[in-house]
T-cell receptor
Framework: GAVVSQHPSWVICKSGTSVKIECRSL??????MFWYRQFPKQSLMLMAT?????????EQGVEKDKFLINHASLTLSTLTVTSAHPEDSSFYIC??????????????FGQGTRLTVV | KQEVTQIPAALSVPEGENLVLNCSFT??????LQWFRQDPGKGLTSLLL?????REQTSGRLNASLDKSSGRSTLYIAASQPGDSATYLC???????????FGKGTRLSVIA
């Protein structure tokens, strides 16, 4: 299957700092990537849809200015958590779909990033 | 709004048992359904993808069925092993370009 690489896999940061998470599709192009957040023992909740070359679409309740998304190329989307607070501590995971369509809509996920804000 | 429910929330079985995990969704207008496995603190591993026109998919000891009209899918695991212990997530997609909607998962423990 296709490979989505997410980096870093874990990060610890101080309150008030910003953290950037990268999501790369390694062997396919993805015009759309999705960012999810997962709290302990909960399911994945969609945060935003990242569109190459245009603004991201955010889900209701997700702060655009806090979670900055940039999708500058067909293989890379980044999520920046700005002015992080302890309540932002969570597991963040990205997903991408092969734009050329060979995979019939199968979603591929990155390894996830465990963010801890202290 | 699509809602996905997985039953049971947790399951503990002895090694070697066959088991069934259930998934239901409220809106039958789906493009496809995917089953994933998630180990603690890890990302998602895709297990099986069923297109809306398909009834089932098989991979090794795993078999997933889809009854789109009734909004149900099952994941059958044959001859369970301790290595199968993980959380199993079911997710559906409304169209080819929309994000997946996930259930809360079933936490499976296979006891040796």
């Amino acid at each position: 299957g296709a490979v989505v690489s997410q980096h870093p896999s874990w990060v610890i940061c101080k309150s008030g700092t910003s953290v950037k998470i990268e999501c790369r599709s390694l062997d396919f192009q993805a015009t759309t990537m999705f960012w999810y957040r997962q709290f302990p023992k909960q399911s994945l909740m969609l945060m935003a849809t990242s569109n190459e070359g245009s603004k991201a679409t955010y889900e209701q309740g997700v702060e655009k200015d806090k979670f900055l998304i940039n999708h500058a190329s067909l293989t890379l989307s980044t999520l920046t958590v700005t002015s992080a607070h302890p309540e932002d501590s969570s597991f963040y995971i990205c997903s991408a779909r092969d734009s050329k369509g060979k995979s019939s809509g199968e979603a591929f996920f990155g390894q996830g990033t465990r963010l801890t804000v202290v | 709004k699509q809602e996905v429910t997985q039953i049971p929330a947790a399951l503990s079985v002895p090694e070697g048992e066959n088991l069934v995990l259930n998934c239901s969704f409220t809106d039958s207008a789906i493009y496809n359904l995917q089953w994933f496995r998630q180990d603690p603190g890890k990302g998602l591993t895709s297990l099986l993808l069923i297109q809306s026109s398909q009834r089932e998919q098989t991979s090794g000891r795993l078999n997933a069925s889809l009854d789109k009209s009734s909004g149900r899918s099952t994941l059958y695991i044959a001859a369970s092993q301790p290595g199968d212990s993980a959380t199993y997530l079911c997710a559906v997609r409304r169209t080819g370009n929309t994000p997946l909607v996930f259930g809360k998962g079933t936490r499976l423990s296979v006891i040796a």
